[in-house]
């Protein structure tokens, strides 16, 4: 099993607050991706990063995959109580396997 | 209809009964798998069904049985189970290319074991 770790595990934060996550490994995969998921729903796909040292941008949300490609973090900007929700990495091996951090779980009060 | 479709969406059981959960995608996807989510752990990979043949059993314990009659369809047949079994599980799929995928899940089936 590879191991991923996510911190923080909890954050609580304002409207309008920056935010990062991250997500580290001993391992090297060969892609890694960042999903949230809601409460009685499944985890949805946000971003996937192939490239050692590849930032990618979505709205708000930034991510960027680590020069090894053992880690990554996402930053959030100005954060909206629509981005409460448990964030997830998983590194992707070469075998169709992924494997998950622990999650972080957000909330963001008005 | 919705890419990943899990049912029952709830499900009760005894130690002693057998139930099985069924998952359908309608992606047209090479590659489907079994994740367990308990609170505060990981999500725990079970089981990777690659092109219909299986390609990963994580130690998981005989109870939990997987089936996948075809590229669309995938079960976890489920017998004698234990109360710490009772959890989140989810069914995905993805389409391997290369060394890249992405993993659509479904909604998930909450079991409670009794």
């Known amino acids: 099993t590879q191991l991923l770790e996510q911190s923080p595990q909890f954050l609580s934060i304002q409207e309008g607050e920056n935010l990062t996550v991250y997500c580290n490994s001993s391992?090297?995969?060969?892609?890694l991706q960042w999903y949230r998921q809601e409460p009685g729903e499944g985890p949805v796909l946000l971003v996937t990063?192939?490239?050692?040292?590849e930032v990618k941008k979505l709205k708000r949300l930034t991510f960027q995959f680590g020069d090894a490609r053992k880690d990554s973090s996402l930053h959030i900007t100005a954060a909206q109580p629509g981005d409460t929700g448990l964030y997830l990495c998983?590194?992707?091996?070469?075998?169709?396997?992924?494997?998950f951090g622990s999650g972080t779980k957000l909330n963001v009060k008005p | 209809e919705t890419g990943v479709t899990q049912t029952p969406r709830h499900l009760v059981m005894g130690m002693t009964n057998k139930k099985s959960l069924k998952c359908e995608q309608h992606?047209?996807?090479?590659?489907m798998y079994w994740y367990k989510q308990s609170a505060k752990k990981p999500l725990e990979l079970m089981f990777v069904?690659?092109?219909?043949?299986?390609?990963e059993n994580n130690s998981v314990p005989s109870r939990f049985s997987p089936e996948c009659p075809n590229s669309s369809h995938l079960f976890l047949h489920l017998h004698t189970l234990q109360p710490e079994d009772s959890a989140l599980y989810l069914c995905?799929?993805?389409?391997?290319?290369?060394?890249?995928?992405?993993?659509?899940f479904g909604e998930g089936s909450r079991l409670t074991v009794l």
């Open positions: 992606l047209g996807h090479n590659a």
């Open positions: 069904y690659s092109l219909e043949e299986r390609v």
């Open positions: 391992s090297v995969f060969s892609s």
């Open positions: 998983a590194g992707a091996n070469n075998f169709n396997k992924f494997y």
């Open positions: 990063v192939v490239t050692g040292g």
């Open positions: 995905a799929s993805s389409q391997w290319a290369g060394n890249t995928g992405e993993l659509f």
